[in-house]
């Protein structure tokens, strides 16, 4: 069964230090991909996705993420973080057949040391 | 401004009433889905639309139903809410049915007591 899995269920990075979110899903075939961030008390906003192309892709709010096929991961980045990135984190997988069928991750909270 | 909406944002009911929430749309999106969200489970989708009067169960329909007869409506209806489904909810529309972004709504936290 497809799945995603976010193994960081809780970091803490100070501000101004670099960061990497972990993401790893399976499925058969190549994904449609997607990092969501939820601010407190938000809805879900989209950061970036990933459907073909340059593996390595850019997204908003200085993120950035890399798909590769051999390892099944869609790992997050940030070179150096600010306090206003403190949320929580979501992978999603849109396994899409006849309509699209987003399965998530169990999302990662971020908390920025000051 | 382009948004989705829900109603109410937050709701405390009892076992057994029935209760619908609403979701809006403004942005003449095709697709449309409920999700809900609890923690360490991330967000699991209840039911979806690719269309007016086209809809389809998602990974946790039981107990939920939904209707699409405007293209920017999709209420999401319990007929007998129970306690396990206290949870935070969320609509979200995209504007086709393949692969792309999808735009949710600021979410409705509901207790069933």
């Known amino acids: 069964a497809q799945s995603v899995t976010q193994p960081d269920i809780h970091i803490t990075v100070s501000e101004g230090a670099s960061l990497e979110l972990r993401c790893n899903y399976s499925?058969?075939?190549?994904?449609?991909l997607f990092w969501y961030v939820q601010s407190p008390g938000q809805g879900l906003q989209l950061l970036l996705k990933?459907?073909?192309?340059?593996?390595l892709v850019q997204g908003i709010k200085g993120f950035e993420a890399e798909f590769k096929r051999s390892q099944s991961s869609f790992n997050l980045r940030k070179p150096s973080v600010h306090w206003s990135d403190a949320a929580e984190y979501f992978c999603?997988?849109?396994?899409?057949?006849?309509?699209?069928?987003?399965?998530f991750g169990s999302g990662t909270r971020l908390s920025i040391r000051p | 401004e382009a948004q989705v909406t829900q109603n109410p944002r937050y709701l405390i009911t009892v076992t057994g009433k029935k209760l619908t929430v609403t979701c809006s749309q403004n942005?003449?999106?095709?697709?449309m889905s409920w999700y809900r969200q609890d923690p360490g489970l991330g967000l699991r989708q209840i039911y979806y639309?690719?269309?007016?009067?086209?809809?389809d169960k998602g990974d946790v329909p039981e107990g939920y139903k939904v209707s699409r007869k405007e293209k920017r409506n999709f209420p999401l209806i319990l007929e007998s809410p129970s306690p396990n489904q206290t949870s935070l909810y969320f609509c979200?529309?995209?504007?086709?049915?393949?692969?792309?972004?999808?735009?949710f709504g600021p979410g409705t936290r509901l207790t069933v007591l």
């Open positions: 990933y459907f073909s192309g340059d593996t």
């Open positions: 639309s690719m269309n007016v009067e086209v809809t």
């Open positions: 979200a529309s995209s504007l086709l049915a393949t692969p792309d972004t999808q735009y």
């Open positions: 942005m003449n999106h095709e697709y």
């Open positions: 999603a997988v849109d396994v899409y057949s006849s309509a699209s069928k987003i399965i």
């Open positions: 499925y058969g075939a190549t994904p449609y």
